[in-house]
Structures are given as structure tokens and as C-alpha cells.
């Protein structure tokens, strides 16, 4: 190949974290969206480096047997999947293979194990929560999503990702938005009020809550027409508005007043859990009974351990082990999900947790004065964890640790950390909660060497 050319057959060889095809030609390895196992593409060349290039598809030469038509007609276009293209079974054994590479190439730990990712029971239908952008204008909004260029958007009537309940509700919630007659935000003049909608359902209630973020605190007649919107559709339990303002710093926005109604109940693991519109929550609920287990397996639960989950939101994963060991204490920073788990706690009648509001680092600190502890449950943000966090879980001593993670490259990078403070990985086990994207989410085990 040389410097000149631009347009090259390639043969995809593998699906890469991130959603892109690997290909090779003369030792240059070439990324490729849209692109699917054994398929023998065109493409142009749009990025060049030194040790790799990027490209996008002019023909489909030979397809791959993994290849599949894609259900959404926004397929390629709406940036809210990455491989409809590709069938269910090869996305599955390519997040595998995508945690073992990362972990090598990364974490510089070729030899964990790497379990066979757990696959969703629907590869469709799935997600509970759904976020879309409001466009449109005045009486005639829409609901959109981002497009892979997140500066434009794109209308959604039907999300096939989305559980079908939450895609009902979304179009009565376009006409409810509509009816009202408040503006759309405009974002070229930072003026007008309807930003974004959120909307989160619970299978096992049936229950839903939305999340309103709007470009001013004021929102006319906002509690008359909630009411008359709850009348018509009774499973809708709660609004939470938002503010997200010209002036605002905070990409999330501010709260306006209480919550409108109440949060919604999920039941999982024996458990029945409330979430607020604003708490993190796993968008899969089909895939929380894997990862419960998991969890546990990773963690061996002992009568007697006291177990530290950290980041533990609404406590998701530390209070159904509460009724297995002596204690469980639960850091949360975030103040409405450290106020869910409290009430999780209170609600389950589960008297062994105690629940810390605060930054990581300082509250694990406090709690090791005062006590050991046997377990760790660590699921941060998808930036991982600090240096601190690693040292502190590290000196605490636990017999297990358990790393909850939706990003292979800070998880391969915080386990090569805790390799340096003496914790090995004993293993990693790939749940796949978000099918028809290349995003997974993995357990992984950790003790004393």
C-alpha cells in the first residue's frame, strides 16, 4: 500500500472495543465503523497515523455469515448502537475477546482468566431507561437522540433497544410535552425551556419515572400538568425537573423543588428497592440476576465478614449480601441515592447496614480506623478509580475484592495497580448488558497474593 492510496480492499478481522472493525494491509492496522467479522470491504481512508489508520465503507465486497440486517431503520445513523449489523452470538464473543485484549495489552496481564461473557436473554427490547434530547417546536415536540455526531440530532418514534413499555410511554410523554405548549430549548440562542427527557421503567412494578430538564427554572403550570398526565397514565409515579441554564457550570443541571410523586420500586435479589429519577441504576434488568451472582462469587461471602461497598448508590449490589455476612457499610457520595440506600435499608429491614455519605477517600479512611474489613465491593464511575482509592482498599487487607466496571481500559489499568500493591486478579466475568453496542460490563476478582 502506498502513501498515495486512499481507497483499499480489507479484510475485517475482529470487532474492537469502541465499536470499530480491525482490518490489516501491509502491517497498518485500519479501523472501520460499521463493519462485521469476515467481511472483505472497499473503503476510504479518512485518518492516517503512523501505526494505524481509520476508514468507512464504500462496498460491502463479500459479506461475513455474521452479518445481519440491521432492525432500526437509524441503524448507522443514530448514535445509540454500534453493531446491529453484526448477529447476536459474534457481538458476544468479541466483548469477550475485547476484555481479554485489553487486559493484556493494557494491564500488561496476559494470563487472567477471562470467563465467556453471560449473554442478555433478549438481544432486543431491553433497556429500561432511556434519555433523549427534546427538538421541534411549541405544540409539535419530538424526542430525539444524539446521532454519532452528537452536535445533530435525529426523531425517534420507536427505540428497538428500549423495553416496549418505555417506548409506549415515550409517545404518550412527546404528546403530554406537546400539549403543554412550552418552547423547545434552542441552542444556538440558549433560550427556550424543553432540553431533555429522561424515563426510567421498572419491570418487575411496572412503574416509571421521568426526569424533565429544562433551560429555566420556570416551568408553567408544571404540577397541574403533571397531575393531569398522571391521571391518564397511572404507572408514570414521578417527575423530577431539572434546570440546566445558560449560566449553568453543571452539565447535569440543578434540581427545581421536590420530587412530583414519588420514586419508582424495582424488586431484585428478595429485594424491593427504590430508585429516584436522578439515581444511578442498571439500565438492564434482565442481567441484574448475573451479575448478583457474579458478585458473590467473586466475593465468597462469609457469616460474620463486614463487607465495604463503595460507590454503592441505591445499594444495588451490597444490600442483598447483607443477610449473608455480619455487617455491610455502604459509601455513596451522590446525596439522593446515599438517601435510597438508607431507605432501601430501613424498607428491607436490614439492620447490619450503615450507609456513609462522602467521598470515597476520606470515608473508607474513617471506617478503617474504627474496624476490619473481610469484603470490597468497588463499582465507580466509568473513569475508575484514583490512586488512593487503590492504596486504601489495598492496606485495608480484604480477603476479596470485587470490581464492578463498564470500561475495560480503567479496569485493565486498576487491577495492573493493584498488582503493584499486592492483589492479583483471580479472574473476570463479562456480563453483557448493553447487546447491539460494543459497551460491556465485567466482574472482576481480586485477593492477596
Known amino acids: 500500500?502506498?502513501?498515495?492510496?486512499?481507497?483499499?480492499?480489507?479484510?475485517?478481522?475482529?470487532?474492537?472495543f469502541g465499536g470499530e472493525g480491525v482490518g490489516r494491509v501491509d502491517g497498518l492496522t485500519v479501523f472501520v465503523i460499521d463493519a462485521c467479522p469476515g467481511d472483505r470491504l472497499r473503503i476510504e481512508l479518512t485518518e492516517r497515523r503512523e501505526r494505524f489508520a481509520r476508514g468507512r465503507v464504500l462496498d460491502v465486497v463479500e459479506p461475513s455469515p455474521q452479518r445481519v440486517a440491521a432492525v432500526c431503520e437509524l441503524a448507522g445513523q443514530c448514535g445509540g448502537c454500534d453493531w446491529q449489523h453484526v448477529d447476536y452470538p459474534a457481538?458476544?464473543?468479541?466483548?469477550?475477546?475485547?476484555?481479554?485484549?485489553?487486559?493484556?495489552?493494557?494491564?500488561?496481564?496476559?494470563?487472567?482468566?477471562v470467563a465467556p461473557t453471560v449473554p442478555s436473554p433478549v438481544p432486543f427490547g431491553y433497556r429500561n431507561k432511556v434519555e433523549l434530547a427534546c427538538t421541534g417546536t411549541a405544540g409539535a415536540v419530538e424526542l430525539a437522540y444524539h446521532q454519532r455526531d452528537p452536535q445533530q440530532l435525529v426523531s425517534v418514534d420507536f427505540c428497538?433497544?428500549?423495553?416496549?413499555?418505555?417506548?409506549?410511554?415515550?409517545?404518550q410523554v412527546a404528546g403530554w410535552l406537546s400539549e403543554s405548549g412550552w418552547s423547545v430549548w434552542d441552542p444556538a440562542t440558549s433560550d427556550g425551556l424543553l432540553r431533555e427527557v429522561g424515563l426510567r421503567y421498572s419491570v418487575s412494578t411496572r412503574e416509571a419515572t421521568l426526569l424533565l430538564t429544562t433551560g429555566r427554572r420556570e416551568l408553567p403550570e408544571k404540577v397541574v400538568r403533571w397531575e393531569a398526565l398522571r391521571e391518564r397514565f397511572p404507572q408514570l409515579v414521578g417527575l423530577r425537573h431539572f434546570a440546566r441554564t445558560r449560566a449553568s457550570q453543571n452539565?447535569?443541571?440543578?434540581?427545581?423543588?421536590?420530587?412530583?410523586?414519588?420514586?419508582?420500586?424495582?424488586?431484585?435479589?428478595?429485594?424491593?428497592?427504590?430508585v429516584s429519577p436522578e439515581a444511578f441504576f442498571q439500565v438492564n434488568?434482565?442481567?441484574?440476576?448475573?451479575?448478583?451472582?457474579?458478585l458473590r462469587a467473586a466475593l465468597d461471602p462469609q457469616e460474620g465478614d463486614r463487607l465495604a461497598d463503595l460507590y454503592g448508590g441505591v445499594g444495588t449490589f451490597g444490600l442483598p449480601l447483607a443477610r449473608e455476612v455480619g455487617e455491610v457499610n455502604i459509601l455513596e457520595l451522590d446525596p439522593t441515592a446515599a438517601q435510597d440506600a438508607r431507605s432501601n435499608a430501613r424498607f428491607n429491614q436490614l439492620e447490619n447496614v450503615q450507609v456513609l455519605r462522602g467521598q470515597v477517600e476520606q470515608e473508607f479512611g474513617e471506617l478503617l480506623r474504627d474496624s476490619r474489613v473481610d469484603g470490597v465491593i468497588l463499582d465507580p464511575p466509568r473513569r475508575g478509580l484514583s490512586d488512593g482509592v487503590v492504596r486504601l482498599v489495598a492496606k485495608a487487607r480484604p480477603k476479596r475484592v470485587a470490581y464492578i466496571s463498564c470500561d475495560?481500559?480503567?479496569?485493565?489499568r486498576d487491577l495492573q495497580r493493584f498488582a503493584g500493591e499486592g492483589y492479583q486478579t483471580l479472574g473476570v466475568q463479562p456480563v453483557d448488558l448493553f447487546p447491539q453496542t460494543y459497551h460491556i460490563e465485567s466482574v472482576a476478582t481480586l485477593a492477596p497474593r
Open 160 to 171: 428497538p433497544l428500549a423495553l416496549p413499555e418505555v417506548n409506549g410511554l415515550l409517545e
Open 285 to 294: 434488568d434482565l442481567q441484574l440476576d448475573a451479575l448478583h451472582a457474579a
Open 251 to 274: 452539565l447535569v443541571g440543578k434540581p427545581v423543588g421536590d420530587l412530583l410523586g414519588r420514586p419508582l420500586r424495582v424488586k431484585t435479589a428478595g429485594l424491593s428497592l427504590r
Open 1 to 16: 500500500m502506498s502513501a498515495s492510496d486512499s481507497v483499499l480492499e480489507l479484510q475485517i478481522d475482529s470487532l474492537a
Open 408 to 412: 475495560p481500559a480503567t479496569l485493565a
Open 91 to 113: 457481538q458476544v464473543a468479541a466483548k469477550t475477546r475485547a476484555v481479554a485484549d485489553t487486559l493484556a495489552r493494557l494491564g500488561k496481564l496476559p494470563d487472567v482468566p
